[in-house]
């Protein structure tokens, strides 16, 4: 890796010897991620450079990495260095094989334009994913950001409708029925990714020496309670305890079903009591931080060059990936003020499962009389208090959506 | 003769189990969760044969019913079985008890069956649907070489005509 980028940009080294080892290995990372032949025979396969960064910057993203992103992100406010590098890395960028993806005719526009329609791409693919991930159907900031060249926005849009395949995915697994999602076999592979202990999309996947995967949780408390052998093959697992997640799958699994991951971390801050509050601001903020980090990598990758009017454009992307961040923090605002107005879903569980106990309690006590007829009337009484708790519970929830 | 007790009733008013049915810490949530989503997998597709089911509204406490399969002795008859999950569920097997009598050398007069994933064997990926299947195999095929009921075992070894006659007039006589 070091080597290919000393000989791939030998004059950085003489011009910005500090910088040099940072922001132009951002830049040229794709480059030298991925070789030409690689390039070409992808090209071939039909895939586009940017689902092939999206791929590597996807598996870039495990949990145990983040301090290594935020200080990628930081890089961010660094000034690119004005290396001669430039024009050849563009030219790179520009090979045949590594700009397959749009027939729309953009020839007779130059360089600086063609770049800038590339980030603005890349911008609003990411607000489409976040608006996709926060399922904020709603808002639509791609057409603001894309609706200044009608060029741009048709791209954009044929981009939107490649990328619509993920989008939909996770659209589609929100919704348990996901006919209507392109991605027809997300049933199967929402069974495949089930753990076989909990029968829910696996958590923290952790996988056995004999291939099979479960929740890390699951398989900890069933090597503690049903012996060390994996629950589906029964060989030996040889050290139940030091369970590892593993990341590809898990990133997979967060990739796919990203709804029932955030449900499932909720639910686990329901159980922990003192962090029930905590975790999962927590979560989101982290997830923020992943989703930004990602952006501004996109952008470090897009924008590897600084030329001489680069101040500006630098302003501009700048104010952009505001927009970017105001985009984000609105829906993160409103989840904080609907939090505040209404009791949240947690609280809601907690005051069902509470009145569950003491019906319990109660019935426990009335039995002792053994009332015959007494324990029916409480039975429907019961059954009232249920529906209505229930109903409340929608209706809250809608309100919630509501607003 | 046990054929009522599919609806026996509110399921807290088993009181050999009170102290289970809902056990106080929120740890219920993984087991009952657990049940549920098997219930919901049930109800789409069950086993041939197969049905099962809570008995009230006490998620613990399920009864469950098979089909004696064709080409065996126990064809024709309709069975009734209790199923009571364990408070640590995909941990801990559950109890599964004929409630309709049988002919059988792996189920105990008293109706308790002994099955080797239900013991010693059992793994937390099995699920409910996989104890159906595996009751209806012991149906055609009885686990002869551990029986709990020895004198069936070896009657169906020195005569297997007497012992599925036997079997099908219990059948006749219980399961119908």
């Keep these: 890796m070091v080597n290919e980028d000393s000989i791939k940009s030998p004059l950085n080294t003489k011009n910005d010897p500090i910088k040099q080892s940072e922001e132009p290995k951002n830049g040229e990372r794709v480059d030298s991620l991925f070789s030409p032949n690689f390039r070409s025979v992808a090209a071939m396969a039909g895939w586009d450079e940017e689902a092939l960064l999206i791929a590597s910057l996807v598996v870039e993203d495990t949990p145990d990495r983040l301090p290594k992103q935020k200080k990628r992100s930081d890089l961010l ?12 890395r563009r030219v790179q960028k520009r090979s045949p094989e590594s700009i397959p993806v749009t027939v729309l005719d953009l020839d007779d526009e130059d360089d600086t334009a063609k770049q800038e329609s590339e980030k603005k791409e890349a911008e609003s693919k990411s607000i489409e994913n976040l608006d996709k991930k926060r399922a904020e159907a709603s808002e639509e900031p791609r057409c603001s950001a894309s609706s200044s060249d009608k060029n741009i926005e048709s791209k954009s849009i044929q981009k939107a409708e490649k990328k619509g395949a ?20 997300i049933d199967r592979l929402r069974e495949e990714l089930s753990c076989a202990i909990c029968l829910e999309i696996c958590f923290e996947p952790s996988t056995t020496p004999c291939g099979h995967s479960f929740c890390k949780k699951c398989l900890r408390s069933a090597a503690d309670k049903c012996g060390k052998k994996c629950p589906k093959c029964r060989q030996l697992i040889s050290n139940g305890r030091s369970c590892t997640v593993n990341t590809v799958l898990w990133n997979t699994i967060q990739l796919l079903f990203p709804k029932e991951i955030e449900a499932r971390k909720a639910a686990g801050a329901l159980n922990s009591r003192e962090a029930r509050r905590k975790s999962p601001l927590k979560a989101a903020t982290a997830h923020s ?46 989840d904080n003020n609907s939090r505040r107005e209404l009791p949240s879903q947690d609280e809601d569980a907690a005051l069902a499962l509470r009145m569950q106990r003491e019906e319990f309690m109660e019935s426990f006590r009335t039995r002792s009389s053994a009332d015959e007829q007494y324990r029916s009337s409480l039975a429907l009484a019961r059954a009232n208090l249920r529906a209505m708790a229930s109903r409340a519970i929608n209706i809250r929830v809608r309100g919630g959506r509501g607003t | 003769m046990y054929g009522g007790t599919p609806s026996g009733g509110i399921g807290i008013s088993g009181s050999s189990s009170g102290g289970r049915a809902w056990p106080s810490t929120t740890s219920v949530s993984s087991s009952g969760k657990r049940i549920q989503k098997e219930m919901t997998e049930l109800s ?13 509204d006490n998620l613990y406490h399920w009864v469950a019913t ?9 064809e024709g008859g309709i069975y009734f079985l209790d199923i009571t999950f364990p408070s640590d569920y995909p941990f801990k097997p559950p109890k599964v008890v004929f409630k309709t009598r049988i002919y059988h050398c792996n189920v105990e007069p008293s109706g308790n069956v002994s099955l080797d994933i239900l013991t010693d064997n059992w793994s937390p990926a099995l699920t409910i649907s996989k104890v159906l299947l595996a009751l209806r195999s012991m149906f055609t095929t009885p686990e002869t070489y551990k029986p709990v009921v020895p004198g069936i075992a070896h009657l169906y070894f020195e005569d297997k005509a007497k012992h599925d006659e036997i079997a099908t007039e219990w059948t006749l006589r219980f399961a119908r």
């Design chain 2, 44 to 56: 789409i597709e069950a086993p041939p044969d197969c049905a099962a089911g809570p008995k009230g």
């Design chain 2, 66 to 74: 098979l089909f004696g399969p064709p080409g065996t002795p126990y």
């Design chain 1, 77 to 88: 406010h660094f000034k690119t260095p004005p290396t001669n590098s430039r024009r050849k």
């Design chain 1, 166 to 185: 993920a989008g939909l995915e996770e659209q589609g697994c929100s919704v348990s029925a996901s006919s209507s999602s392109a991605f027809p076999c």
């Design chain 1, 289 to 334: 931080n992943i989703t930004s980090s990602r952006i501004s990598r996109v952008f470090a990758l897009n924008s590897p060059e600084s030329g001489p009017s680069s101040q500006e454009r630098r302003n501009s992307r700048s104010m952009r990936r505001q927009s970017v961040q105001a985009a984000v923090m609105p829906s993160r605002n409103r």
